[in-house]
């Protein structure tokens, strides 16, 4: 079965496009999602077990305590598989933190959508979800500091925007979406440059408006690239100890993120030496799901 393109409700899009997400980027990703389930077939045990008229709810249930996130991708997927014939009751506003038991959200229509619907509305709802839970912990562990949480582009091929929106609703931040945001001179572009300062004067020669981070493994680069004039510097892999040294010696001259191998037993510590940020890989690649279930309710 194919799903027609621009079948997302005109509700859904506007709050899409205010949560800072494209619709069309959103409706790409849905498509996928719901054609790689059905593939060019039918639900076949729906098929057989379930009346063609028949009519339900569908209740979505956090059975573990977590932060919400995706409701708005979720109704997407009901969109492109329901058009019309879909009524959906959103309980909480994302980013909101709930306890076991709580209905998140419901989908009223025929039960052949419903069930159709269920999985990548469901895959979507509780990835997204277990995003912004593991960030909000990390931010709990920041409260009363200067520092932020935020994600880098370790992000799941083609879910990079969602992943990132589900940071925020988690109380993060985010770094650059693509290469083209902002520079970040690494190892690899002071090993071809020749050195901190030749990189950054490189890239503020070609590109004169983009901000430049630059990433450093020493006290001595840290200098260098103060100098220079970086908009950010990265600690790699810095001991907390020479965060703080690094704190002291830039002097509030430049924004500081710490970076490399972070552990959420260590974010209290890292943001006392004072940095500005936390660069997280794990908000979007290691972050488990939350675990939510679907409830059906059969209604006539």
């Not at 409701?71 to 969109?79: K, L, N, R």
């Not at 972070?262 to 290691?286: E, K, N, P, R």
Request: with cysteine.
């Amino acid at each position: 079965m194919r799903y027609p393109a621009y079948r997302l409700a005109p509700e859904t899009t506007s709050g899409l496009a205010s949560a800072g997400l494209s619709p069309l980027d959103v409706e790409s990703l849905v498509l996928r999602t719901t054609e790689e389930d059905i593939g060019d077939g039918v639900d076949v045990t729906t098929m057989a077990t379930v009346p063609a008229d028949q009519r339900g709810r569908l209740d979505f249930v956090a059975r573990r305590g977590g932060v919400i996130a995706g409701q708005i991708m979720a109704a997407a997927v009901f969109d492109v598989v329901c058009g019309d014939d879909i009524v959906l009751d959103f309980c909480v506003d994302e980013g909101a933190r709930v306890d076991p038991g709580t209905v998140i959200m419901s989908a009223t229509s025929l039960t052949h959508h419903l069930l159709r619907a269920e999985r990548p509305a469901l895959n979507l709802l509780s990835h997204l979800s277990g995003v912004a839970t593991i960030t909000a912990a990390w931010a709990a562990e920041l409260r009363g500091t200067q520092a932020v949480v935020r994600d880098t582009r370790k992000t799941t091929p083609g879910m990079r925007a969602v992943e990132k929106y589900a940071v925020r609703m988690g109380g993060g931040s985010n770094h650059r979406m693509s290469l083209a945001d902002a520079a970040l001179v690494k190892d690899n572009h002071v090993l071809a440059a020749g050195s901190v300062s030749q990189a950054f004067a490189a890239v503020r020669e070609r590109f004169p408006d983009v901000p430049i981070e630059v990433e450093v493994d020493t006290l001595t680069q840290l200098e260098e690239a103060v100098e220079a004039g970086a908009d950010l510097i990265l600690l790699d892999n810095f001991t907390t100890s020479e965060m703080a040294e690094a704190v002291r010696r830039a002097g509030g001259r430049v924004r500081l993120e710490a970076s490399g191998g972070l552990t959420i037993d260590q974010a209290a510590a890292v943001a006392a030496t004072g940095v500005d940020y936390l660069a997280v890989g794990a908000l979007t690649h290691s972050a488990p799901v939350m675990d939510i279930g679907a409830e059906l309710i059969v209604i006539g």
